[in-house]
C-alpha cells in the first residue's frame, strides 16, 4: 500500500506534526474519500492539544496521544468497497472524518452536497449540527430573548440560528471585541463585553425588566457558569452548548432550585442514532438542513471564514491558535482543489 496520506497528528501537548501514513482501502461498505477541505474546531481540538484538563475526567479518556484530530472533513468519493454503488465514485460529500488526505468511512454516514454550496461553506456542517441541536434543545421560540455567552464559532452560529427561530434579541456577550466584531448586522442582535459594559444592566433596559428567556454556555470556561446565570428570568432556561474544561462551584438552590431553572445538556452525541416521529432530527437531518439554509441565502457564514491555508501549515496554525485565538473564527485546511 501506498504511504502517501498526509494526517495531522498530535504527537503529545502542544506537539503538532504531519505524519505520511498508508492510503486506506475501502472495506466492504466503506468509500474511500480524498479530502477537499477540514476546519480546525478552536473549542475542541484545542482544548485537547492543550492538555489542560483535569486527569480523571472525559479529556482524559477520550483524548489519548498520539490523537488524531478532525470531524468536519469535505471532500470527494474516490473508491468504493464491496456492496457499495459505484454512483459514489466523484460525489462530494460531507463526513466527520479527520483532518487527513485520505479517509475512510461507512457508507452510510456519507452525507451529498450539492452543487448550490461551496466547499468552505460545507466544512462547517458539524458546528452546524451542534449548534441547531442545542437551540432544538432549549426550545428557542418566536419572541423569547437569548444570551449566547462566548462569541467564538458556537456562538456565532447560536446568535445566528435563535434569530432564525425568531428570538430577539439576542445578546452574544464576549471579552474579544474582534469576535463580536463579527456578529451580524442586525439591529436584534447585540454584542456585549463584560470588561466595559455592566451585562446585566444592558439585558434589564433592553428586555424591559423581563431579562433573557434562555442563556447559553459556549465559552467552554467552567469558572464562569455560575455568573452566566444572572441574566436569566426565573424558570428560564440554560444550555450548556460548550465541553467546559473541569468542575464548576455551583450552588444548586440559589442559582437552580430557587429560580426554578431548567438546565440542559446539548452534547452533539443528544442526537437520536435514528429518526423517530418523535424526534427526526438527526445529525443528518440538522447537516440538510444547514446546507439547504446556506443554499438559500438564509445563513451567510461567508463571514465567519478567517483562516485558509494549506494543511501542510497545519502545526504553525496550532501553534498560533494555542497563543492566541481571539481573531480566529472559521479556520480551513485546504487539502485538494
Excluded at 452560529?157 to 464576549?174: S, Y
Excluded at 455551583?250 to 431548567?262: A, G, I, Q, R, V
Excluded at 465567519?304 to 501553534?319: F, G, K, M, Q, W
Aim: aromatic fraction near 8%; glycine fraction near 6%; proline fraction near 7%.
Amino acid at each position: 500500500m501506498k504511504e502517501d496520506n498526509p494526517t495531522v497528528v498530535f504527537l503529545e501537548p502542544g506537539k503538532v506534526v504531519i505524519e505520511r501514513r498508508t492510503i486506506p482501502l475501502p472495506e466492504k461498505g466503506y468509500v474511500l474519500i480524498k479530502t477537499r477541505r477540514t476546519l480546525i474546531s478552536t473549542g475542541t481540538e484545542l482544548t485537547i492539544l492543550s492538555g489542560e484538563f483535569p486527569k480523571e475526567s472525559y479529556w482524559s479518556r477520550y483524548a489519548r496521544f498520539p490523537f488524531v484530530p478532525g470531524y468536519d472533513n469535505v471532500g470527494e468519493v474516490v473508491a468504493v468497497g464491496e456492496e457499495v454503488n459505484r454512483d459514489w465514485i466523484g460525489k462530494r460529500v460531507a463526513t466527520r472524518s479527520s483532518h487527513a488526505l485520505f479517509v475512510t468511512v461507512p457508507m452510510e454516514s456519507l452525507i451529498p452536497i450539492s452543487d448550490q454550496i461551496s466547499d468552505d461553506e460545507a466544512a462547517f456542517f458539524t458546528i452546524a449540527e451542534i449548534v441547531t441541536n442545542g437551540v432544538r434543545r432549549a426550545d428557542v421560540r418566536l419572541g423569547e430573548s437569548v444570551a449566547v455567552y462566548g462569541a467564538g464559532l458556537l456562538g456565532q452560529f447560536t446568535a445566528r440560528v435563535c434569530r432564525l427561530c425568531g428570538a430577539r434579541p439576542v445578546f452574544v456577550i464576549d471579552i474579544a471585541d474582534a469576535r463580536l466584531g463579527m456578529l451580524p448586522k442586525d439591529p436584534s442582535v447585540i454584542g456585549l463585553n463584560p470588561t466595559s459594559e455592566d451585562v446585566r444592566s444592558v439585558v434589564q433596559r433592553e428586555t424591559m425588566g423581563r431579562m433573557v428567556d434562555v442563556a447559553f454556555e459556549v465559552t467552554g470556561n467552567q469558572k464562569i457558569i455560575p455568573e452566566e446565570f444572572r441574566c436569566m428570568r426565573d424558570q428560564g432556561r440554560f444550555v450548556l452548548l460548550s465541553s467546559p474544561k473541569g468542575p464548576t462551584m455551583f450552588d444548586f438552590h440559589d442559582l437552580c432550585n430557587y429560580p426554578s431553572y431548567t438546565i440542559i445538556g446539548a452534547h452533539n452525541r443528544s442526537h437520536p442514532p435514528v429518526a423517530t416521529p418523535d424526534n427526526p432530527w438527526t445529525n443528518r437531518r440538522h447537516a440538510e438542513l444547514f446546507f439547504d439554509l446556506v443554499a438559500d441565502k438564509e445563513l451567510d457564514i461567508s463571514p465567519l471564514v478567517t483562516h485558509r491555508l494549506p494543511y501542510d501549515e497545519a502545526p504553525a496554525i496550532y501553534r498560533q491558535l494555542l497563543e492566541d485565538r481571539s481573531e480566529a473564527m472559521g479556520v480551513i485546511l485546504i487539502w485538494h482543489e
